[in-house]
């Protein structure tokens, strides 16, 4: 059984048990107390950091001593499988806001996939063809920073994942100006949904293919 929990901006925490005797803590995207937000209490085996500026790349204020993945490359970490994807930050392939990675998760016979701050308008054939099978995507949906939701929904049609959870959307005290989660909703034609705290799931319970769901998390 797998949890997902949101802590705001791009930051998860995803714990999974890997088989009968071990289990693992992912953090992706710690941010310091620049964004506005307070990072919540956070254990860590594994941290991923898409790109290196102050409200990604927090990793000193996880608990625990994780195993840290900063870019691109195949990993594999207490039974959990990981590979960062190289992508850009904006839509003029890095020459505005430098290099994100997207990474690709698997643990409980799940994919999960986390896009960082994608900038990218499309996702790349290349990009696809490795982040194939995704069934839960987190993806970015603010603007300003990152794609925003009109993008979002072109990269979903792409991606064509089980489950999306939104995330880099405005947040009361958040110091950035976002959108509101709102817009991507309509965009997605989807009135409103109710925020939860947390998301469990396991494969045996995914939507099936072509039913997928949105789920707002709340921090």
Not at 106 to 132: M, V, Y
Request: hydrophobic residues 35%.
């Amino acid at each position: 059984m797998a949890k997902i929990y949101w802590a705001g901006q791009s930051c998860f925490q995803i714990s999974v048990s890997t088989s009968k005797d071990h289990s693992a803590d992912i953090v992706i995207d710690p941010f310091d107390e620049s964004v506005g937000l307070k990072l919540p209490n956070l254990s860590a085996d594994i941290a991923l950091v898409t790109h290196n500026h102050p409200d990604h790349n927090n990793i000193k204020d996880l608990k625990g001593t994780p195993f840290v993945i900063q870019g691109p490359g195949e990993y594999e970490v207490k039974e959990v499988f990981i590979q960062g994807i190289p992508s850009f930050h904006d839509d003029v392939s890095g020459k505005e806001k430098g290099q994100n990675t997207i990474y690709l998760i698997e643990a409980e016979d799940i994919r999960f996939c986390h896009l960082g701050d994608l900038g990218q308008k499309q996702l790349t054939d290349e990009q696809l063809e490795k982040i194939d099978g995704v069934d839960v995507l987190m993806i970015p949906v603010g603007g300003e920073y990152t794609i925003d939701s009109s993008s979002a929904n072109k990269i979903i049609s792409q991606i064509e994942p089980k489950i999306v959870i939104p995330m880099h959307f405005a947040l009361p005290k958040l110091k950035f100006k976002l959108d509101e989660v709102s817009k991507f909703l309509k965009t997605m034609g989807k009135p409103s949904i109710t925020p939860i705290d947390k998301l469990t799931i396991k494969q045996s319970v995914l939507p099936k293919e072509g039913a997928m769901e949105i789920v707002v998390l709340q921090p």
